[in-house]
């Protein structure tokens, strides 16, 4: 009977019995706490995708949050990636599946842009570039835009003491030209009604012009380089001036009589912007349409945004790309178009 008594005792409540169940206990407990661990990471990847689904409900009010976001919109999707790793390493299986829905918002919105969309080549190439206006080689960086092949080449901030280095290493290439205040245009077709366009800063900025191709084809021409913006501690994301500079460029293309219409310049803005829907909403992006990648032009040693651009109405895009550095610290773009 004691022995009996000890052997039931061992299998139910001794060292070796409740061991066993103890450890498919601890077992159980820890396949449970994959899906009760990691609430805050679940929280916080369900709000990322949140962000990125309702950016365009952020306000501007307070310090132009709304547009600071969709500046550099793109790389708010870095956050699921440090998401990730710390649902890895908490072994939570609920961060993991609410990580699922800032990934599908990243990829429906941006993974169409790591794709090559160009279409060929086509008859007209466009180039702009901000050559800042401290540029150290304003010939070189001439003649590197120049080196892409474009028909046409608009030029942002220019000086009056860069301006005949500019000049002089294109004139031959391009014997037709525009100046307006601090930005040109140089083309290797001939250009007519060339006009400063008002884009309400008190000197110019900003240019129209008629570029005439050999088959006779009219395309009306904007230069502009919309106000700079800063992001400061007690202002917030400060593009007021911008806005109002954005809005007039809009006003002057939506008045244009010529059907076919290519915007060139430094707008200080990404597409994603809400505020330069005045000019986005009525013209496409060459990148966007043509482009592979995302085509990131600012700063120059590490591209973070995409605010310079080239537009259209009324022509097909073929293909976009980014060229190579200059002594600025903008990327210039280069884009062709099927006439």
């Known amino acids: 009977m004691t022995q009996a008594y000890m052997s039931e005792a061992g299998r139910g409540a001794g060292p070796g019995g409740t061991g066993r169940r103890t450890g498919r206990a601890t077992g159980w407990w820890r396949r449970e706490g994959m899906w009760r661990r990691g609430i805050v990471l679940a929280v916080l990847a369900v709000l990322l995708g949140l962000l990125m689904v309702l950016h365009a409900d952020v306000p501007n009010s307070v310090g132009n949050l709304g547009s600071l976001l969709e500046t550099f919109l793109p790389w708010v999707g870095l956050g699921i990636p440090v998401l990730l790793v710390a649902a ?138 919309l106000p700079s913006v800063r992001v400061k501690v007690k202002a917030g994301f400060t593009a007021n001036q911008r806005d109002r500079s954005a809005a007039a460029l809009g006003e002057a293309i939506a008045h244009e009589p010529l059907s076919k219409v290519v915007l060139l310049g430094d707008l200080n803005g990404t597409m994603n912007d809400r505020s330069l829907a005045p000019v986005t909403a009525q013209m496409r992006s060459a990148q966007g349409a043509a482009g592979d990648g995302f085509g990131f032009s600012w700063p120059a040693a590490f591209p973070m945004a995409r605010i310079d651009q080239i537009m259209v109405k009324g022509l097909d895009p073929a293909s976009a790309w980014t060229l190579a550095s200059t002594g600025s610290d903008h990327l210039p773009l280069a884009a062709s178009f099927k006439i």
């Open 88 to 225: 890895l390493l908490r072994r939570s299986a609920i961060a993991l599946v609410a990580l699922v829905l800032p990934a599908v918002v990243w990829a429906n919105l941006f993974a169409g842009q790591l794709t090559d969309k160009s279409g060929g080549e086509g008859n007209l190439t466009v180039a702009t570039h901000n050559v800042d206006a401290d540029n150290p080689d304003p010939a070189g960086t001439a003649r590197k835009v120049a080196a892409s092949g474009a028909d046409v080449i608009a030029l942002e901030e220019l000086t009056g003491e860069a301006l005949p280095e500019y000049r002089s290493a294109l004139a031959k290439k391009y014997p037709y030209r525009s100046v307006q205040g601090t930005v040109g245009l140089w083309s290797k077709y001939p250009l007519s009604d060339a006009r400063p366009v008002d884009i309400k800063m008190g000197w110019t900025r900003a240019q129209r012009a008629t570029v005439t191709t050999p088959d006779g084809e009219r395309i009306a021409v904007y230069t502009a380089h």
